[in-house]
Nanobody, 117 residues
Framework: QVQLVESGGGLVQPGGSLSLSCVASGSVFAIVSMGWSRQAPGKQRELVAF???????NYTDSVKGRFTISRDNAKNAVYLQMNSLKPEDTAVYHC???????????WGQGTQVTVSS
């Protein structure tokens, strides 16, 4: 397992931007991919985006064209640039790391993103 520390959440107006950061420590050599998930009250957690060590990315349809995930392998970090934010983006955002040899992913503590006027 790895430990994940997130930062960058906050309150932003619709149409605004936020950048989230996540730094991993621990068994970082076992990391296969990293990503971001979110969960709003009363809703199921959804995977927003993930990125492999080779740089391949995947996004859920609702954020395509607005969010960009990136990874710095040397720093064991993953980032999520969020532009054109909408109220429906409001959620707790969690950093995720998938590791070789583990049956479940590692998760960060979460950071609150609130999009409201």
């Amino acid at each position: 397992q790895v430990q994940l520390v997130e930062s960058g959440g906050g309150l932003v107006q619709p149409g605004g931007s936020l950048s989230l950061s996540c730094v991993a420590s621990g068994s970082v050599f076992a990391i296969v991919s990293m990503g971001w998930s979110r969960q709003a009250p009363g809703k199921q957690r959804e995977l927003v985006a993930f990125i492999t060590g080779g740089g391949s990315t995947n996004y859920t349809d609702s954020v395509k064209g607005r969010f960009t995930i990136s990874r710095d392998n040397a720093k064991n970090a993953v980032y999520l640039q969020m532009n054109s934010l909408k109220p429906e983006d409001t959620a707790v955002y969690h950093c995720n790391a998938r590791l070789w040899g583990e049956s479940s992913d590692s998760w960060g503590q979460g950071t609150q993103v609130t999009v409201s006027s």
